[in-house]
């Protein structure tokens, strides 16, 4: 009886490790994405944006669209006065120029991005409609990234440390509202049990 259950094992592993490849389910081709010389830069810097695919010669419409913008912090300022600095910056409008493709359908273009903020750039065949894309996160430059762009100015003077959070003071007085009731609630449960225990005698 072992031996058989030794041959089905054996022959059905047989069995299905030839039919696997006959499951094999076939993907379609992964969109085709663009390319940039760098994911992160710097406000001000360059990125090369290029891509493949296209009709030699074509034109191909870049569009550069701004989809998040850098949010500030709160900074020090004079006198040892917080100042929150979010900037009330919205994106910019998309941006649009137009390049053609080489002979291999190809294209490179160099783009200079200067605020700060998250930026998709999508080329376009005008012929083929053939389309790449590509993401950038530009950065604020040190100097200006703890105050959403303006320059900090060093007075010299700091906060004291007063170790009290925000949320600390939400979640003592949400504490405080728990014990109110708690408190409420055993007041309540022996006045009743103090009652009925008078009312039986």
Do not use: C
Not at 3 to 17: E, N, R, T, Y
Not at 56 to 85: F, K, L
Not at 92 to 102: F, I, K, N, W, Y
């Amino acid at each position: 009886m072992k031996k058989l259950l030794v041959v089905l094992a054996f022959v059905g592993s047989i069995v299905l490790g030839a039919s696997a490849p006959a499951l094999a389910t076939t993907y379609p081709a992964p969109p085709p994405q663009g390319s940039v010389s760098s994911g992160t830069i710097s406000a001000g810097g360059s990125v090369v944006f290029s891509g493949t695919g296209f009709l030699p010669g074509e034109t191909i419409n870049i569009t550069v669209t701004q989809t998040a913008t850098a949010q500030g912090a709160a900074a020090p300022g004079r006198g040892g006065a917080v100042t929150m600095a979010v900037p009330g910056v919205l994106p910019l409008a998309p941006l649009t120029l137009s390049t053609v493709a080489d002979a291999s359908g190809a294209f490179s273009v160099t783009i200079t991005l200067n605020t700060p903020g998250t930026y998709v750039l999508t080329a376009v065949g005008a012929t083929s409609g053939h389309t790449v894309s590509a993401t950038v996160v530009v950065t604020a430059p040190a100097a200006l990234a703890n105050t959403g762009g303006a320059p900090l100015a060093d007075t010299g003077a700091g906060l004291a440390g007063t170790g009290v959070d925000s949320s600390l003071v939400l979640w003592v007085l949400v504490g405080a509202g728990a014990l109110a009731a708690g408190t409420a609630s055993v007041v309540v449960v022996r006045r009743r049990a103090k009652n009925e225990s008078v009312t039986a005698a």
